[in-house]
């Protein structure tokens, strides 16, 4: 069933910038889920519809895919509160789509359409409305009974890369993949292959 509700999420509680009359951030760390997220051992999909701004693109934006339906309205709305993202939208955006993309997103705080921002690399696909539970559900399934062992790493050496570039990546990549080597799934794929061909084999995340 697609979701009837107009907004995926608008943001924060505005209740949590009252500190602000004080000169002084939210004392708490807004970034720790985020980072929970991204050190998840297990790919995590976005399905956004409706209204996903604030603090709802910057969790979709923590995941690994995002698939998005075409009448979602997706920005960086901070700005008109007189601030900016504050749970890691800006350096996401610049990753995905560079730094004048995000620059004109957190700047300008407008709202954009889901094709544009499947354009700019922001989101990874887009789909009709009444498709988005659908097509969610079906790549999160197989991911799910996919090598679970092998997209671990795969998130692992993605962050690696993000945060200590490809030459020191290169160089931590064995250790980044030791875990899957060790694996059943693994060893019955190669099994499957040469017994069977490629597709057959069942992976079981271990």
């Known amino acids: 069933q697609t979701c009837a509700l107009p907004i995926f999420c608008a943001g924060a509680d505005i209740a949590l910038f009252e500190s602000a009359d004080r000169g002084v951030a939210p004392d708490f760390d807004v970034v720790a889920v985020l980072r929970a997220f991204d050190s998840l051992p297990l790919p995590i999909v976005a399905a956004i519809h409706g209204i996903t701004v604030g603090g709802g693109l910057e969790i979709a934006l923590a995941c690994d895919l ?72 079906t790549i999160a399934r197989e991911l799910a009974n996919g090598p679970t062992l ?25 250790e980044l ?7 059943e799934d693994l060893n019955r794929e190669v099994a499957s292959l040469l017994s069977n061909g490629p597709g057959a084999a069942r992976f079981e995340g271990c």
């Open 66 to 137: 995002i698939v998005a339906s075409e009448t979602a309205k997706i920005g960086c709305v901070e700005a008109t509160l007189g601030l900016n993202p504050l749970m890691g939208a800006i350096q996401r955006i610049t990753q995905r789509a560079g730094a004048a993309r995000a620059k004109e997103m957190v700047m300008l705080a407008r709202r954009y359409d889901a094709r544009t921002l499947e354009r700019w690399n922001i989101i990874n696909l887009v789909v009709p409305d009444d498709k988005l539970s659908d097509v969610s559900l």
């Open 177 to 183: 993949q030791a875990d899957y080597w060790k694996s």
């Open 150 to 174: 092998a997209h671990a790493s795969t998130k692992a050496i993605v962050s690696h890369t993000l945060g200590h570039g490809v030459p020191a990546t290169d160089d931590a990549m064995g």
